[in-house]
């Protein structure tokens, strides 16, 4: 072999390789295993927290992704129809609005089971496009519910390893609660409850702790100038001197807010982090560092 195909076959083969890779499908199934497909990260660990062994899950939504904006990928299609179950969130995501349908009807058999089931939905705080907040996720009390929902549809799958499965549930339940306990010790006692996002994920977590959520986006665009003012008028009454920010979103708004009242950015995510309970204790940390 000459040195020029040589060097040729050196280039071309990783290539291939990493086209293999970023193409694969979402729900890669493994033998003897139930093939588990979900909406956003946060999700993942619920679902293997619960399954364990038996189960192989994959998230539609990778991180980094929007998941209001995020489109589906033909592999990813492929991959949904030999999944077993799907754990949508069930809140209005834009995501499972937009998708959700397609996925079912590439695959009909597939067990849909509704996360939100039995958790009371709450407004969004943009005061200009109400509706449900759709993150019920950043709700420690919340994830207990959704927890039981995928408990409950891999026991419909698998009933001869129903008390497999519900031993881990209430073992992850046990991880829920000490946090939950955990982050609203750390929280309380703080005089300035306020805080300000770029975009309004936050609303569930700061419904539990006694927190109230200022949003810069509104109606899932960049702020008019007028909004922005009294955004920034209001974090120097209340001396707001941390704007969060999701890493999903462009920060150019809050970076400016940050500028006019001499404060800082700070990076929290909400919809891309897959370790659930270590991403929740480094926001509640954020949190309880912001509002002293």
């Given at each position: ?33 139930i093939g588990v497909v979900v909406t956003v990260m946060p999700q ?249």
């Amino acid at each position: 072999m000459s040195y020029k195909r040589s060097v040729t076959s050196a280039i071309l083969l990783p290539l291939i390789f990493l086209m293999f890779v970023s193409c694969a499908p979402a729900s890669r199934q493994v033998e003897g295993k139930i093939g588990v497909v979900v909406t956003v990260m946060p999700q993942v660990e619920f679902v293997n927290s619960v399954g364990g062994d038996r189960v192989s899950v994959s998230a539609m939504v990778p991180p980094g992704a929007n998941p209001h904006t995020y489109e589906v990928t033909p592999a990813q299609m492929a991959g949904v129809s030999s999944a077993k179950m799907y754990a949508k969130v069930g809140s209005p995501i834009e995501f499972e609005l937009t998708w959700l349908d397609k996925l079912i009807a590439q695959n009909p058999d597939m067990l849909v089971v509704d996360c939100s089931k039995g958790i009371d939905l709450i407004q969004s705080t943009d005061p200009d496009e109400p509706g449900i907040d759709p993150h019920i996720w950043t709700s420690v009390r919340n994830v207990r519910v959704m927890v039981k929902n995928i408990c409950d549809g891999l026991t419909r799958l698998d009933p001869a390893d129903t008390s497999y499965y519900e031993g881990n549930r209430d073992s992850y339940l046990q991880k829920l609660d000490a946090l939950d306990a955990d982050i609203k010790a750390s929280l309380e006692g703080i005089a300035n409850r306020t805080f300000i996002v770029y975009h309004p994920a936050w609303g569930y977590f700061a419904h539990d702790y006694g927190l109230t959520q200022l949003a810069i986006e509104q109606e899932g665009k960049e702020p008019k100038a007028a909004y922005m003012a009294r955004l920034i008028d209001e974090a120097k009454q209340k001396n707001i001197k941390v704007i969060f920010v999701s890493p999903q979103y462009d920060t150019r708004s809050a970076d400016a807010i940050a500028a006019e009242i001499g404060g800082r950015v700070v990076s929290i995510d909400a919809e891309g982090a897959k370790d659930y309970l270590d991403n929740m204790r480094k926001v509640a940390q954020a949190f309880k560092e912001a509002l002293r």
